[in-house]
């Protein structure tokens, strides 16, 4: 297909009008300026997973009249934005001659004492609605409306309606060390580095001590670390931390047990129970091949369980009842699924399966938490830990003068039969999962597998569901990057049973999302960055910039055409780093184990030859921009192989000539390490998630001391200047 637009015929028909109307993309360009029209089927799927029926061009044109009707109908749409510092109007549907009148209840429960003037409308046609004609007029929001989360009352004619009104600053401020530099740290994955006092897996003090050391032996500002959402209770535990069952909440299993705070009033004959699970876990420590997460916690929930039982003194269960209390119905639906998990099972998806046969109402959910107060107290206990912990880590890295400390990732989504999808169905969508149109980099496509939630429903609820997570991230953290941030914008909808490539775009409110990510950002001091790869709209980037929010830039992924930019070209705000969690590390990029992995599992959709001539290329095209921008000596190029090290080294030399605001270093990198943590489009094919950190010659490389080797502080003298 040459055209790069849709013809008139093809958008005047009832099914891609339906489509367009609810913010379906009904085609699309791909990262090769290949253009593609949405097939009807797949656009009849993705309109059935928002509630919307196009089974026919008859429905599809009934759909169309009740979708109008009930926007016209409303006196005012269920979410409106403002900017603070501005004025800004928010339309009301009004019969002809009407004038609406509106007030704002703040945040905090107070009345704005301001006066909301009414005004004309967007000078749309009037529409008829039960016989009766509307048009619209507006309402002003005034420029001194403080940002926070109010509702604001609309009154038409003796009717009132209510609307979340959300009011954002205009952008985030640079953190003032940012302003006249950048801040640079290091990247992470937290269960790959293990100390002598890990149960097998890293956890939150070994991040604590992360955080702390790389400050003082390095000099680093930030960790940018894997996400730590909510997980399963028992075992077997899903590797991915891109797969939570909940992304409001924490991952209780990096615990440390010794570190709470009750071990250390245990009588001797507990505590000895406990020092024995961890000697248990001991080996597992020296493991250089795979991660076990699920014999770590398989010792690891025994002694916690322990700790749990022997009690709290009335202040700890003081501090613990008003956790219970704030969390609220987060918590309970967690706390919930993982009770019926532990005694029911693992849900899988099938029919017969607790989770797709009960609601968190059903009588049968009601009488097993009657059963198990201990066990359902448990698991909001430890919540309640962790989140102590991981609070603790952060607090630390602020004492050591951390400008930013913990940098959290957010995933795009959740486990499909989750706690968050399981207790809250309505907000997602039904029938779909979301992922990723094939590119250079996944010639496949991807498909998470994960449901996305429903637009309709986030703008009927006022963005509650996502305000909460992007609020309880930020209660941890110093920064936040959102993963696949496009999906703020659109996100790429697989219908069930489809592959990859059968998808459709579905358009979100970005300026709602954004402009919530720079409240809660403003509120905490933090910041934000979205990891803008792939294929992303130009438009994204402008977007993030206005907002104050970082993009990503990629030193692996800066090229065009196959010649690699300049890093003194790159654009200012972003977060740069030579490569990502889904590349192997520099030295086995450099070995090409991205394309020895692809060939072995038989991801690639053209032959291995052609691949590695490509990879060649490419890496031609970085030695040449290294060595042509003086980064790298010409003939330390000649020989990559023996001067690998060197050739890295130039690398994140190179990086730090970039105007970023923000630099990253992977540990990987520092220690040599060459495999690669993850593998898209694989699930256990690879050992996604499960490698732990490695030297050059595949040794366990541990916490301890990790800040101090000389590789390190090579790396760590480079970023620093």
């Known amino acids: 297909m040459t055209e790069n637009f849709e013809s008139e015929e093809r958008l005047a028909r009832p099914l891609i009008r339906l489509a367009r109307l609810v913010g379906i993309a009904t085609s699309y360009t791909g990262m090769s300026h290949d253009w593609h029209e949405i097939d009807d089927d797949v656009l009849v799927e993705v309109l059935a997973a928002l509630g919307v029926d196009a089974r026919d061009e008859s429905i599809a044109l009934d759909s169309i009249r009740g979708i109008l009707r009930e926007r016209h109908g409303r006196l005012v749409a ?331 990732d957010m995933a795009v989504g959740v486990h499909p039969n989750g706690s968050e999808v399981w207790w809250n169905p309505e907000r997602f969508a039904k029938g779909a999962t979301v992922g990723a149109p094939p590119d250079m980099f996944n010639q496949q496509g991807q498909n998470w597998s994960q449901p996305p939630l429903n637009p309709l429903d986030l703008e009927r609820t006022g963005y509650a569901a996502y305000r909460q997570m992007v609020h309880s991230m930020f209660a941890r953290a110093g920064a936040v990057r959102i993963d696949h941030i496009l999906g703020l914008f659109r996100l790429w909808w697989i219908p069930e049973g489809r592959s990859a490539t059968d998808g459709a775009y579905v358009h979100y409110d970005a300026d709602v999302m954004l402009g919530i990510l720079a409240l809660e950002a403003s509120r905490a001091g933090g910041v934000v960055v979205g990891e803008d790869l792939g294929v992303v709209p130009d438009y994204v980037a402008d977007s993030l910039s206005a907002h104050g929010l970082l993009g990503c830039a990629v030193e692996w992924f800066e090229q065009r055409d196959g010649v690699f930019r300049t890093p003194k070209q790159w654009r200012e705000y972003a977060l740069a780093s030579v490569n990502t969690h889904d590349l192997p590390p520099a030295a086995g990029y450099l070995e090409y184990e991205h394309v020895q992995i692809r060939e072995r599992l038989g991801l690639l959709s053209c032959p291995v030859e052609e691949f590695q001539a490509s990879a060649q290329a490419e890496q031609d095209a970085m030695i040449a921009m290294l060595v042509d921008n003086g980064y790298l000596d010409a003939q330390a190029a000649a020989d990559r192989v023996a001067n690998e090290k060197t050739i890295v080294e130039a690398l994140y030399r190179a990086l730090t000539d970039s105007p970023c605001k923000l630099l990253a270093a992977s540990i990987t990198d520092a220690v040599g390490e060459k495999r690669a943590q993850n593998q898209p489009g694989t699930n256990n094919e690879y050992p996604n998630w499960r490698i732990p950190l490695g030297d050059e010659h595949g040794n366990v490389v541990p916490v301890e001391g990790l800040f101090d080797r000389e590789s390190v502080q090579r790396i760590a003298a480079i970023m620093r200047g």
């Open 78 to 408: 269920p979410t409106v934005l403002h900017i603070a510092g501005r004025e800004d109007h928010a339309l009301v549907n009004t019969g002809i001659l009407e004038v609406p009148s509106g007030t704002i209840t703040l945040e905090n429960g107070e009345e704005y004492e301001g006066t909301l003037v009414p005004g004309p409308g967007d000078g749309s046609k009037a529409y008829e609605v039960d016989g009766k004609f509307v048009s619209t007029a507006s309402l002003a929001i005034p420029a001194d409306l403080p940002i926070g989360y109010h509702t604001l009352h609309v009154t038409v004619a003796g009717r009132t309606e209510d609307a979340t009104l959300i009011s954002v600053p205009e952008r985030v401020e640079l953190l003032d060390e940012m302003k006249s530099g950048s801040l640079w740290g290091w990247m992470a994955q937290l269960y790959s580095i293990r100390s002598a006092g890990s149960w097998g897996v890293g956890d939150y003090e070994d991040l604590k001590t992360l955080l702390v050391e790389s400050k003082q032996r390095t000099g680093a500002d930030f960790m940018l670390i894997n996400p730590m959402h909510a997980a399963e209770p028992v075992s077997p535990l899903t590797p991915s931390p891109y797969l939570p069952v909940s992304r409001s909440l924490v991952n209780f299993t990096y615990i440390r047990p010794e570190r709470v705070a009750e071990y250390a009033q245990l009588d001797e004959a507990t505590r000895a129970q406990i020092d024995a699970l961890h000697a248990e876990t001991d080996p597992l420590n020296g493991d250089s091949q795979v991660i076990d997460r699920d014999t770590m916690w398989g010792a690891k929930m025994r002694a916690l369980w322990l700790i749990f039982k022997a009690g709290r003194s009335a202040e700890r269960q003081a501090r613990f009842d008003a956790f219970k209390a704030e969390q609220g119905d987060d918590l309970e639906a967690y706390a919930t699924w993982c009770l019926c998990y532990d005694k029911w099972g693992a849900p899988d998806g099938g029919e017969e399966n607790w989770e797709r046969t009960l609601t968190k109402d059903s009588e049968q959910v009601v009488a097993l938490r009657d059963r198990f107060p201990d066990t359902l107290d448990f698991y909001r206990w430890l919540e309640w830990v962790a989140v102590e912990q991981f609070n603790a880590a952060q607090q630390a890295a602020r004492d050591a003068g951390m400008a930013i400390g913990v940098m959290a």
